[in-house]
């Protein structure tokens, strides 16, 4: 017998096909069914979801975060012991310099270490984050947000530990404003660092690209960071790119915290003695009064490379079926 022949001139058939008329005809009066927003849960919510998973995710990955606190540590002890007490002897020019020295290879070395750190981490985290993406579990938006969250509470902690060994172990003036300070540019420095590695990431299509590209720009931020070769001596042409040099910000903000309002004399070779701050400003071109800006200037890099991080993610995709 065949079944199928059967089933097509039967009543049964005829009545499913006048029931699949029926239901594929929208009644009179109804509405398409329309949903407000794409994901079941406003962003604040999905940011609540995302953080949770990025904290336990971070704190199940002790090769990541235990390295980073050990590294720390034994940074902070090298330069402390290699620096001691330079904060306190400052009669020669020689003395400035080596103090910023000190501040140059402190927030350089181990933030250039925070940005080759991080990026394994982050393309890791971008491959699980395709999947659930894909599936409309949540945006781009509040994922980065979590994301930089439970990143910068971690750096915060990394940075009052480096901050407390360097401050002490140098030897600069105890007090709290001044402390502060010095913590203040030392985390931002650290933040900015970690988030352009994230950026790199999430702009190229795998870790060795975005490794390479982290060498190359670092680089330049380490040529025209105001050490190797201070701003009044760069050529005009390129006298530009000392202000396109995150690295230049911080150490300006380091230095003219902690020395921009000494009144002590220095020895300098062919001027003779001249107050701190005046050797500062007409030497190295770092102004006190130019402070505030300093602080300024590092919320916008570390909000530049966050916002690039979060449209990379967002918009650009380097799965392969």
């Known amino acids: 017998m065949d079944f199928a022949e059967l089933y097509f001139n039967s009543d049964l058939n005829r009545k499913n096909l006048e029931l ?13 069914l329309f949903f407000s927003t794409k994901y079941s849960q406003p962003l604040f919510v ?11 995710s971070y ?18 002890l090298i330069f402390g012991v290699i620096f001691w007490n330079k904060g306190t002897t400052m009669y020669k020019e020689q003395d400035l310099t080596n103090l910023l020295g000190a501040m140059y290879a402190a927030v350089l070395f181990l933030g250039g270490t925070n940005t080759s750190a991080v990026q394994s981490v982050v393309a890791i985290e971008r491959t699980v ?23 910068t509470s971690y750096i915060a902690v990394q940075t009052f530990l480096y901050s407390l060994l360097l401050y ?27 988030f352009y590695g994230m950026m790199l990431v999430a702009l190229t299509p795998s870790y060795q690209i975005a490794a390479i590209l982290m060498s190359f720009f670092l680089s330049f931020w380490n040529l025209f960071s105001g050490f190797l070769i201070p701003r009044m001596l760069i050529p005009v042409w ?10 230049a910000w911080t150490i300006y903000g380091l230095v003219t915290s ?20 005046d050797y500062l400003k007409v030497a190295l071109g770092y102004d006190s009064d130019f402070l505030g800006y300093v602080a300024l200037a590092h ?18 995709n380097f799965q392969r079926r």
């Open 238 to 247: 390129w006298r530009w790119y000392y202000w396109g040099s995150p690295v």
């Open 46 to 56: 999905q940011f609540l979801a995302c953080y949770w998973k990025q904290y336990w």
């Open 59 to 76: 704190w199940r990955n002790p090769q990541y975060n235990v390295i980073r606190f050990f590294m720390t540590t034994v940074i902070g």
């Open 20 to 32: 699949i008329q029926k239901l594929s005809n929208s009644e009179a009066g109804s509405h398409d």
């Open 258 to 277: 902690q020395l921009g309002d000494k009144t002590e004399h220095v020895l300098v070779p062919d001027h003779g003695d001249m107050p701190i701050k």
């Open 168 to 194: 002490s172990m140098i030897g600069f003036e105890w007090g709290a404003t001044k402390f502060m300070w010095f913590y203040y540019y030392v985390f931002m420095c650290f933040v900015y660092f970690t």
């Open 129 to 151: 984050f395709y999947r659930e993406r894909a599936a409309g579990m949540f945006s781009a938006l509040p994922y980065a947000f979590a994301q930089v969250s439970v990143e």
């Open 299 to 316: 919320v916008g890099w570390a909000l530049l490379f966050f916002v690039v991080f979060v449209y990379g993610i967002k918009v650009l």
